[in-house]
């Protein structure tokens, strides 16, 4: 992979008489609320007003689609709409447990049923899941179980977390990729999932180089950003492994390449395609120490 990689920082350029509170794009769709409505737009239209579906924005906030499903993910709260005109059905409520960006997975099971993969952030220290939410049975299951700290410390339970920090489906594989936090006591680790989620393999773990936020693939690797902070002395990078190297069983580390990157914690990731001749995966970031935040721009240009 042929990276050029920078810091840019962003001022704010939007107006005040139109600012939405979340947006969202699809392809050339893009969904927005605005005074607590949701709009459609599509290119070259002025946008539609959809329904009312009131939101008070936080950083978790998350939609997906499937289809013409859409899941909502806001607060604690996570709603379901066959399309966007409602209505929209509560279909997990937890005020212990909330998310955080790349939290929600659409999936299909073996019988072509929707289902919904999420996982949880919670700042307890406590047990972290992975719930599966089926619309045709509406029916909620928990698939995984990652301990706590203390179960694991005390009854060596495992998997165990601080955080589950980022569960993501590659396009190309169909395979499920979750990051977990934050210590280098094996609460880092990186595990990916062939059977949505009804097992689990771990790549790798005990590093910082496996504490991250997010995930982006190409057709051949799997790539993630670092988590550690920018106050500490750890180096921060884009990690890449070749889809050759999964692991079939756990693993406490794998063949990786590291990308240098600016020292500060990257977040959550967004792709941009430039036509057909590549792609522009742009990273926010708390930046570096004593200079703000702002976003990193990555640019892939070959495999």
């Known amino acids: ?23 969202q794009a699809f392809d050339d769709t893009l969904v927005f609320w605005y005074h607590n409505t949701i709009f459609v737009k599509l290119p070259h239209k002025l946008p539609k007003r959809m329904c009312k579906m009131p939101i008070q924005y936080d950083e978790g906030m998350e939609l997906v689609r499937q289809g013409n499903l859409y899941a909502l993910r806001n607060g604690y709260k996570i709603f ?73 410390d005390s009854l060596g339970l495992e998997p165990f977390a601080r955080h589950t920090h980022v569960m993501m489906r590659d396009p190309y594989s169909g395979y499920i990729f979750i990051g977990n936090g934050d210590g280098n006591d094996g609460s880092s680790a990186i595990y990916y999932s062939k059977d949505n989620c009804r097992s689990l393999i771990r790549i790798g773990a005990f590093e910082q180089c ?63 395609k430039l036509g057909d001749n590549g792609r522009v995966i742009c990273m926010s970031t708390n930046g570096e120490v004593y200079r703000g935040g702002g976003v990193t721009i990555a640019f892939a240009h070959t495999e």
């Open 1 to 23: 992979m042929d990276w050029q990689v920078g810091p840019y920082y962003l001022r704010k350029c939007c107006y005040e008489l139109f600012a939405p509170q979340f947006m």
């Open 210 to 272: 496996y504490r991250t936020l997010s995930f982006f693939f190409t057709e051949k690797s799997v790539f993630w950003n670092n988590d550690a902070t920018g106050s500490t002395d750890e180096p921060q990078y884009i990690c890449r492994l070749s889809k050759v190297n999964l692991p079939d069983c756990n693993q406490v580390a794998s063949p990786i390449t590291k990308f240098p990157l600016v020292h500060a914690a990257h977040w959550v990731t967004e792709e941009l």
């Open 80 to 152: 379901i709409s066959q399309g966007l005109n409602g209505p929209w059905k509560v279909v997990f409520s937890n005020p212990a447990s909330t998310g955080i960006r790349h939290s929600m997975v659409w999936t299909r099971n073996e019988k072509e049923e929707d289902e919904l993969l999420f996982s949880e952030y919670t700042t307890s220290w406590g047990r972290h899941h992975i719930y599966s939410y089926n619309v045709q049975h509406d029916y909620l299951d928990t698939l995984q179980t990652f301990y706590s700290q203390a179960e694991h």
